[in-house]
């Protein structure tokens, strides 16, 4: 069962930090993807943030280039998203998925957890 689970999430002012993870289970491939998603109420859900297995390409969203920080820690499976200087138009649902064939297409996604920023 390859379902993610995202947890991590909450509510923090503006200008704080949240570290969201999202737990694998099952085998990961080195080409493996894993991305972080978001979807603001009344907003088209965005990308955010992607790391192959390997480690060794990430790719960020502009709009957060410079805050967050994509990593993994294969040991445990889990991937990582750094959120810094947080802003009110960060606030949403954040969702992990896995393009686990390197296919192009997120076939597995969690069920979200909520991001809130207070200004």
């Known amino acids: 069962q390859l379902q993610p689970v995202e947890s991590g999430g909450g509510l923090v002012q503006a200008g704080g930090s949240l570290r969201l993870s999202c737990a694998a289970s099952?085998?990961?491939?080195?080409?493996?993807?894993i991305g972080w998603f978001r979807q603001a109420p009344g907003k088209e859900r965005e990308f955010v943030a992607a790391?192959?297995?390997?480690?060794?390409?990430?790719n960020y969203a502009d709009s957060v280039k410079g805050r967050f920080t994509i990593s993994r820690d294969n040991a445990k499976n889990t991937v990582y998203l750094q959120m810094n200087s947080l802003k009110p138009e960060d606030t949403a649902v954040y969702y992990c998925?896995?393009?686990?064939?390197?296919?192009?297409?997120?076939?597995?996604w969690g069920q979200g957890t909520q991001v809130t920023v207070s200004s």
């Open positions: 998925a896995l393009d686990w064939a390197a296919s192009g297409k997120y076939d597995y």
């Open positions: 099952g085998r990961l491939f080195s080409s493996t993807i």
């Open positions: 790391i192959d297995w390997s480690g060794i390409s990430t």
